[in-house]
């Protein structure tokens, strides 16, 4: 399974962005997609995430400001995110899980939250 992100960048402080990520290899074995995001010193953490065929977490951080979604005729995970906060700075990743327990990274996405 290769990932390819896209999406980020800068932005103030209640603006918004968007990401996109594009599935590609095994696609058929991929059974979750999501997103987290990790910042210096820190663990990389879940943002948000849609199972197949079972729901969408997200981190109770961004509840009601950031939106998950899924094209399947695209092979694309998007993610929305609203009312962004200087503490949303971070390297955002793109994650696919697979049945079997595989992950797989698509490359980091720096959203820098500043006025």
């Known amino acids: 399974v290769q990932l390819q992100a896209s999406g980020g960048g800068l932005v103030q402080p209640g603006g918004s962005l968007t990401f996109s990520c594009v599935a590609s290899?095994?696609?058929?074995?991929?059974?979750?997609m999501g997103w987290y995001c990790q910042v210096p010193g820190k663990q990389r953490e879940l943002v948000a995430v849609i199972t197949f065929g079972v729901g969408k977490t997200y981190a109770d951080l961004v509840k009601g400001r950031f939106t998950i979604s899924r094209d399947n005729a695209k092979n694309t995970v998007y993610l929305q995110m609203n009312s962004l906060k200087p503490e949303d700075t971070a390297v955002y990743y793109c994650?696919?899980?697979?049945?079997?327990?595989?992950?797989?990274w698509g490359q980091g996405t720096l959203v820098t939250v500043s006025s």
């Open positions: 994650n696919a899980r697979t049945t079997g327990d595989g992950a797989y």
């Open positions: 290899g095994s696609i058929f074995s991929i059974n979750a």
